[in-house]
């Protein structure tokens, strides 16, 4: 089994940062892709940013390119997403995800397997 918890929402004012962490526990992460998911309210679930584990190739939505940075900490089995510039478009509940050994998809939720809980971001204008 794959733990994921996230961590770091709050609320913050537009054209602030902040930094959301997902924390993993379980399996071997050289094999993982994990990404970052967002929900905002009547909305469907929307890709913001993946990454492989064991390269650190990155790929982002197009909404989110240059203002935020996925990464991962190989020693804390812990991914970032580093949120610089935020918008109120950007509220939203953001979700971390992981799957294991697949070649394609990262921008598909249908292609995780494991989910973390949830955590909400705010920006106000």
Known sequence: QVQLV????????AGGSLRLSCAAAGRTFSRFRMGWFRQAP???REFVAAIIWSSGSTYYADSVKGRFTISRDNAKNTMYLQMNSLKPADTAVYYCAAVIDVGS???LSKTYDYWGQGTQVTVSS
């Open 6 to 13: 996230e961590s770091g929402g709050g609320l913050v004012q």
């Open 105 to 107: 998809g990262l921008s």
């Open 42 to 44: 009547g909305k469907e």
